[in-house]
């Protein structure tokens, strides 16, 4: 087996992390403080072309390969957690759907857009009452001319704030059960959509998360995505490489509070000598270190499987999973080497593991994942 990196995602890993250290890392502590990403890091991020990095050129991405996306995430993670997930919303489960199940037309009209950052896209599956079990949705999609209308509520919507783009999930069919739910498109200011305020949350400040309320939202056929009732097979098919870049944004997070609690360890002086001297410094080090390492080789064949078309649902739940823990472990620890220091607001390992937590919550808490994984445990 051949871990090695081609010389073509290794340069967009370096291009990233050097964007990433520069452009991102300096604004994080502000934008996790004011829970607010500037519009001209979007912007700049879109001129780049980070906000279409595994979209094909033909609609104006750069035509990376997933596991480059999924290094960028990565890196984008390590410098802020919020803007590694801003992207990874807006690419796998914002513009993926319209690339694979877009009709000609709805790819001509949105993917440049997206592809370029001039629009942001949101994905509002989770309801009030169908979280984990997001079969269960209330919102109905009725159908009425030559369309729908869409009534319901939607909660934790990431990017809700600012998106322009909601690809929402209704109920079509309510006797058919989750093969009567059905997938739209639908844009900011369509008449009925409402944005709730941005959700004051423990973590990823800024990645403006808010409720959506449709009331009476009609929608031309033309907005539905893929046929009626295949909502929530799209949505499960999105989710495989969601978690991925799920996985990936917690590797990130779990390196940065790495190099912060062992670059720490090198300075800070106790009983005379730097506490990286003591063994039981040492050993936590040496477990977190081991904990990355297993969490990236998950994540990177998650995404090799994914980018090679075979079936990795097993394989991203693993890597979710495990990178997600990995993160909260990691994270955990970081802040305990840093003592008091790590308690504080002066350095940036709080933020590191507030940041963490939810990334074993979000595309299916780590329970789901476990139960994902053992439907596919053979005898
Ligand atoms: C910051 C943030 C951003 C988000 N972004 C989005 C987004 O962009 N789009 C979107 O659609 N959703 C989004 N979500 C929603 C997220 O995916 C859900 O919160 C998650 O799926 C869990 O659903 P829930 O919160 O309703 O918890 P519940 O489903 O109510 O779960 C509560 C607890 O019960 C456990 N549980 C539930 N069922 C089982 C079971 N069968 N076996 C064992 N344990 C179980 C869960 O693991 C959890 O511990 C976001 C959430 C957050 C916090």
């Not at 056929?221 to 046929?227: D, T, V, Y």
């Not at 990178?323 to 472990?329: E, G, K």
Request: proline share 4%.
């Amino acid at each position: 087996m051949d871990f090695s990196l081609t010389q073509e995602q290794e340069r967009i890993r370096q291009w990233v992390r050097t964007f990433a250290q520069s452009r991102v890392a300096p604004l994080a502590a502000g934008i996790d403080e004011r829970d607010e990403l500037p519009r001209h890091l979007l912007a700049e991020m879109g001129e780049l072309g980070l906000l279409g990095l595994p979209i094909p050129e033909a609609w104006g991405g750069v035509g990376a390969d997933f596991l480059s996306y999924i290094l960028a995430v990565e890196e984008l993670s390590y410098a802020s957690a919020a803007v590694g997930l801003v992207v990874a919303v807006h690419t796998a489960v914002g513009s993926f759907p319209i690339l694979y199940f877009g009709t000609p037309v709805q790819q001509q009209r949105y993917l440049p857009r997206l592809a370029s950052g001039t629009w942001l896209a949101a994905f509002a599956l989770s309801e009030p009452e169908a979280g984990s079990d997001a079969a269960a949705l209330r919102t109905r999609a009725q159908r009425s001319g030559a369309g729908y209308v869409l009534n319901g509520s939607k909660v934790f919507v990431t990017n809700g704030s600012f998106a322009d783009l909601f690809c929402v999930f209704a109920v079509t069919d309510a006797r058919r059960g989750s093969r009567g739910i059905s997938a739209f498109l639908v844009e900011r200011g369509t008449p009925g959509l409402q944005l709730g305020p941005s959700l004051r949350k423990m973590g990823m400040n800024g990645s403006g998360t808010c409720a959506l309320v449709l009331e009476d939202v009609y929608v031309p056929e033309e907005q539905r995505l893929g046929e009626e009732g295949e909502g929530f097979p799209i949505a499960m098919r999105l989710l495989d490489g969601g978690r991925v870049g799920i996985a990936a944004q917690a590797l990130g997070i779990a390196r940065a509070a790495f190099d912060a609690a062992h670059a720490y360890t090198r300075t800070r002086k106790q009983f005379g000598q730097e506490i990286f001297q003591f063994q039981g410094v040492q050993f936590m080090l040496a477990d977190m270190a081991t904990q990355i390492e297993a969490a990236r080789w998950l994540v990177y064949r998650a995404a090799l499987l994914r980018q090679a078309g075979k079936p990795c649902t097993r394989e991203a739940a693993m890597a979710k999973l495990f990178a997600s823990d990995t993160a909260m472990r990691v994270t955990t620890d970081a802040v305990q080497l840093l003592g008091g220091y790590g308690y504080a607001k002066d350095y940036p390992v709080e933020r590191y593991m507030r940041d963490a937590k939810v990334t074993q919550i979000y595309e299916g808490t780590n329970q789901i994942q476990r139960i994902v994984i053992s439907r596919h445990l053979t005898r």
